[in-house]
C-alpha cells in the first residue's frame, strides 16, 4: 500500500526531529512543499489525541535566545535580542501524548 508524501512525512517525524532541509532532502520535494505538509500535519495531529506535534524552536548561535513564541513553520530570520542572523533551523517531530511533559 502506497504512503501518501504527506503519510511518509508524518512517519519521518515519528523517528527523529528533522528539519524542513532534512525531510526536503529525503521526500524529495522543495522546502517550501514541505512547509505546506508540515502545516496540515500540524492540525491532523492536534485532532489525534494518540500523538502530538512537537516543534523545537530554532535558537540564536550567539546569544542562545530560543524563539519558543513562534508556532509558523518557516524559520525566523534574525535574533531580536542580538540581531544575529546566525539561527539554528526549527525542527519538528511527532510523539505519543503518552511522552507528553509536564
Ligand atoms: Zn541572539
Do not use: I, T
Given at each position: 500500500m502506497d504512503r501518501t508524501p504527506r503519510q511518509r512525512i508524518a512517519d519521518l517525524l515519528t523517528l527523529a526531529p528533522m528539519t524542513t532541509q532534512q525531510i526536503a532532502a529525503v521526500v524529495k520535494m522543495s522546502e517550501r512543499q514541505v512547509e505546506d505538509h508540515l502545516g496540515h500535519i500540524m492540525k491532523t495531529v492536534a485532532r489525534d489525541r494518540s500523538s502530538r506535534f512537537v516543534l523545537h524552536p530554532s535558537e540564536c548561535k550567539?546569544?542562545?535566545?530560543?524563539?519558543?513564541d513562534r508556532h509558523r513553520i518557516t524559520r525566523p530570520?534574525?535574533?531580536?535580542?542580538?540581531?544575529?542572523?546566525?539561527l539554528t533551523d526549527p525542527r519538528y517531530s511527532v510523539v505519543p501524548s503518552a511522552l507528553q511533559e509536564n
Open positions: 550567539d546569544c542562545d535566545f530560543v524563539f519558543r530570520s534574525r535574533c531580536p535580542q542580538c540581531r544575529s542572523e546566525l
